[in-house]
């Protein structure tokens, strides 16, 4: 990853955090999964697409020593029985179990067979989050680079982000003192109303259309989470 000053840099780990909950808080709380500090952020969150990055991230541990040779290859070898397995199954069915399969499922899938520990696991999601991060910086450091975006409007999307992250639980808090039927129908409000964080931006004049659609060339992932809603 280039090299990028403190102020971007805190910008994209704050990215990371609101995307997280912005995309999936309120799957948290249907599952009264409340992270309140960044360790347990890692542990409920797992990337968009997070398959596509396990190799990276099993393969940096190996070379980090916080994974064996032998304790990598079984976990790759895993991942790509799980992968056949899905590919040999009718299409109607395939789209019926990754609907039905949570996110970070390959992990807890490892642990429950005996192939990784509960802290290998965290180490895996641990790092995940790192090459996450480091995604968002080096998106947005091509953004800065390429004039897109200048320090004033770094600055005015980390705190836009940071008030999204604040409104988020808030919410989040008072879904807890809601009754079951109060709260289903605060999830179907909610799907209907839900709009991308890219989009509340333009919205709120926080960023231009330009930016919004330079952004997302920038950081796919922002986009991909918006069409996972």
Same mark, same amino acid.
């Given at each position: 990853?280039?090299?990028?000053?403190?102020?971007?840099?805190?910008? #994209?780990?704050?990215?990371?955090? #609101?995307?997280?909950?912005?995309?999936?808080?309120? =799957?948290? =709380?249907?599952?009264?999964?409340?992270?309140?500090? *960044?360790?347990?952020?890692?542990?409920?969150?797992?990337?968009?697409?997070?398959?596509?990055?396990?190799?990276?991230?099993?393969?940096?541990?190996?070379?980090?020593?916080?994974? @064996?040779?032998?304790?990598?290859?079984?976990?790759?070898?895993?991942?790509?029985?799980?992968?056949?397995?899905?590919?040999?199954?009718?299409?109607?069915?395939?789209?019926?179990?990754?609907?039905?399969?949570?996110?970070?499922?390959?992990?807890?899938?490892?642990?429950?067979?005996?192939?990784?520990?509960?802290?290998? =696991?965290?180490?895996?999601?641990?790092?995940?989050?790192?090459?996450?991060?480091?995604?968002?910086?080096?998106?947005?450091?091509?953004?800065?680079?390429?004039?897109?975006?200048?320090?004033?409007?770094?600055?005015?999307?980390?705190?836009?982000?940071?008030?999204?992250?604040?409104?988020?639980?808030?919410?989040?808090?008072?879904?807890?003192?809601?009754?079951?039927?109060?709260?289903?129908?605060?999830?179907?409000? =909610?799907?209907?109303? *839900?709009?991308?964080?890219? @989009?509340?931006?333009?919205?709120?004049?926080?960023?231009?259309?330009?930016?919004?659609?330079?952004?997302?060339?920038?950081?796919?992932?922002?986009?991909?989470?918006?069409?996972?809603?």
């Amino acid at each position: 990853m280039k090299d990028i000053n403190p102020s971007k840099r805190a910008l #994209c780990a704050v990215l990371v955090i #609101c995307m997280t909950f912005f995309t999936g808080s309120l =799957a948290f =709380a249907e599952n009264n999964a409340m992270a309140s500090s *960044r360790q347990q952020t890692v542990e409920k969150m797992s990337p968009n697409n997070h398959k596509q990055f396990l190799e990276e991230a099993v393969i940096k541990l190996m070379e980090e020593g916080k994974l @064996t040779k032998e304790k990598a290859e079984k976990i790759l070898e895993y991942k790509k029985k799980k992968a056949d397995e899905l590919s040999k199954l009718p299409e109607q069915k395939k789209i019926q179990m990754k609907k039905q399969r949570n996110k970070g499922s390959l992990l807890k899938d490892l642990e429950q067979e005996g192939i990784i520990t509960e802290a290998e =696991a965290q180490a895996i999601r641990t790092k995940l989050y790192e090459m996450k991060e480091a995604r968002l910086a080096d998106g947005m450091q091509g953004l800065v680079d390429k004039g897109v975006l200048t320090t004033n409007d770094i600055e005015k999307i980390r705190s836009y982000m940071v008030k999204v992250r604040e409104e988020r639980k808030e919410q989040l808090e008072k879904l807890k003192t809601m009754t079951p039927e109060e709260r289903e129908e605060y999830f179907k409000n =909610a799907k209907k109303d *839900r709009k991308d964080i890219i @989009t509340r931006m333009v919205e709120d004049n926080v960023i231009t259309k330009n930016q919004a659609e330079e952004i997302k060339k920038a950081i796919p992932e922002l986009n991909k989470s918006r069409h996972k809603n």
